[in-house]
């Protein structure tokens, strides 16, 4: 456990949380909640900006802090929801705040917000010295990591980031995720009157049909998915379609089976289409790269270490979805993404319980406090003593209950 532990407003947090999920904020219009941010970081002494992209904005802010030696540390999290949202409805029943009515609840991601609000301010009224702390709000990240790909990674001086973004009880860590590519099919055939002369016509529907049975789909191995997502075309019943699109997408921790699995999507559904003498358009799109983080990277063994001294057991996930953190670890910031406490997402059975909703923050709180021990512009501590279990590597800890490597050290490396 921590040597002191330092005071979180518990009803301070949940206030918080409510109040911003009664803020209707679907992706691409954040502007609300923007607004409020804004001025919640500035009453705290963050310097903020507003960094717009055309679509939408993030939010960037900056604390200076007392360790002017140590490396910054950047918590994130994102502005907008998965719709629906307009018109939230939550009960709060048993510590448990739930969605009641056809709404989203909007933990995801309001409850990594409302946990980095609260542990920059709880860091401020207990007096914790720190380095600095930059705070990214993304935009639009439901629609495809919009906020993070068009962020303005020049005005970002860290290189280690706490992603707020993962669902589940608080301790899950995410080491992985996959990279991710869509692709739009535009399959063309030969119009004609389908009661009068159908036999001149070439049917784009058929054609599509053919294709979407051919293409392997779902799960394709324990790291590849594939999926056909959305089908559209025709203008009547009375006339043999002319055009058909299909939406699709491919996902692969594995750089080389995603190569494989799309190049062989594209061949089959060219050779369909020439077969029944249509033409086929495509186009592609890499939505985000995969990432991996080692057992031995330094900075996961310091967040297993803040778990730890949370009294939270790590848990190490592997998911088939993308974050932020895609998009920052591809940027050269290493990037954690770690769960909120949020269940149910992307549901209107969404809920968190207030219990994980406050160990999420503790554990941000705990982060800022000890980052400054892991990192220091000067170079990086090789070992710091303490009484924590070690956790390089953790899972040996974790079942033992000592560590024999380094004789109750914790190694924090290089």
Known sequence: MMKKTFRINRKRLVSTFLEMIRINSPSFHEGPMGDYLE??????GFKVMRQTYGASFNILALKKGKHADALPLILSGHMDTIEPTEGIRYSIKENVISSTGDTVLGADDKSAVAQI?????AAAENGIPHGDIEIIFTSAEE?????????DYRKIQGRHALVLDSGGRVGKIVIAAPSHITYEMHVLGKPAHAGIEPEKGISAIRVAAEIIGALPDG???????????MVSGGTATNVVPREVTIHGEVRSHNPAVLKGIKSNIFRQAKEIAHRRNSRI??????????FRIKQNDPFLGFMNNVFLKCGIR??????????DANIFNAKGIRSINISTGMQNVHSTNEYIEVEDLVKGCRVVLAAIEHFTEFSEKKGVRQEKKSDALCSFPYQQCLRSGSCGQSKGRVCWRS
């Open 39 to 44: 001025a919640q970081l500035s009453a705290l």
């Open 117 to 121: 609000l609260e542990a920059v301010t």
């Open 143 to 151: 629609k495809g990591l919009h906020g993070a790909k068009n962020l």
């Open 219 to 229: 799960r394709i191995d324990a790291e590849t998915t594939a999926n056909i997502g």
């Open 281 to 290: 358009r495509i186009a592609e799109r890499k939505e985000y790269q995969a």
């Open 314 to 323: 790590p848990e190490h996930a592997i998911t088939g979805g993308g974050s």
